[in-house]
């Protein structure tokens, strides 16, 4: 039976990846600040499927400390799910608040480079799958993107990087790329507004967590001699808007 480390298990992607990976057979390894909700998904998913580790991502030591000591069960990793990140604040670059830009910097770029950085000789033991979780933000810039975007086309960039630098070891490494999800990223962008979040959704037919897991899963599963190096995907609803032009007077 495969293992899979999804850091950010406790909600939306992360979430909907922990429940496909085990429905498809694999074991978890499910990562996050939120005991509680990890404890729920050992509970709903088996003691046997999902080996709980509460840290935050841009905690080293922590980080360490938990999967230094993994179970022997969990102990070999064939696929890492790099998803844990965030953005905060829809302000404009000048308007943007500086602590928000670092706490995403730290997460979405820092934190994923750092796990794996400690986790590439075993994922090069194992020819494991890495996927990591980028945006359409990576490719289109909006207004009030502008740090977030940043930090999901460093990692698409840096998932190249990675492919070119593993050849011949068998590692295969994809950037996946979604436009809308539903899931508790508006509420965390918008510092906690639901109605920002149910509004930012009605109507628009987003995709769901579950889209982008089997999306994951999908990829991980694929033969070892095919390799998905960037994959976007949007909700129909969801396309592009064009340039905008500031006029004088
Ligand atoms: P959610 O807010 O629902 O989930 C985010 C997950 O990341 C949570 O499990 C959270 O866990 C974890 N996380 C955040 N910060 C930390 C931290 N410091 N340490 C540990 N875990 C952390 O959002 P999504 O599921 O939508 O987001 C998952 C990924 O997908 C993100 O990288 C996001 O940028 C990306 N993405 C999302 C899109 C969307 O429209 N929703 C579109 C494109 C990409 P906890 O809080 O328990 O620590
Ligand atoms: C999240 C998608 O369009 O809100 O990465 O930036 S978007």
Known sequence: ?????????TSGIGEACARAFVRAGWKVIATGRRAERLE??????GADRVHPCVFD??????????????????AK???LVNNAGLALGTEKAQDADL????????????ALVSLTHKLLPALIASKAAVVNLSSVAA?????GGNVYGGTKAFVRQFSLGLRSDLSGTGVRVTSIEPGMVETEFTLV??????AASDQLYAGANPMTGADIAETVLWVASLPP????NTLELMPVSQSFAGFQVAREG
């Not at 602590?99 to 770029?109: E, P, R, Y």
Request: with cysteine; proline share 3%; net charge negative.
């Open 1 to 9: 039976m495969k293992t899979v480390l999804v850091t950010g298990a």
């Open 40 to 45: 729920a998904l050992v509970e709903e998913l």
């Open 57 to 74: 991502v841009r905690d080293e030591a922590a980080r360490d400390a938990a999967l230094d000591s993994l179970p022997e069960g969990f």
């Open 77 to 79: 990793i064939d696929c």
């Open 99 to 110: 602590a928000s830009w670092k706490t995403m910097i730290d997460t979405n770029v820092t």
């Open 139 to 143: 490719t289109y810039p909006y207004t």
């Open 189 to 194: 962008r918008t510092g906690g507004n639901q």
């Open 225 to 228: 001699h095919l390799n998905i």
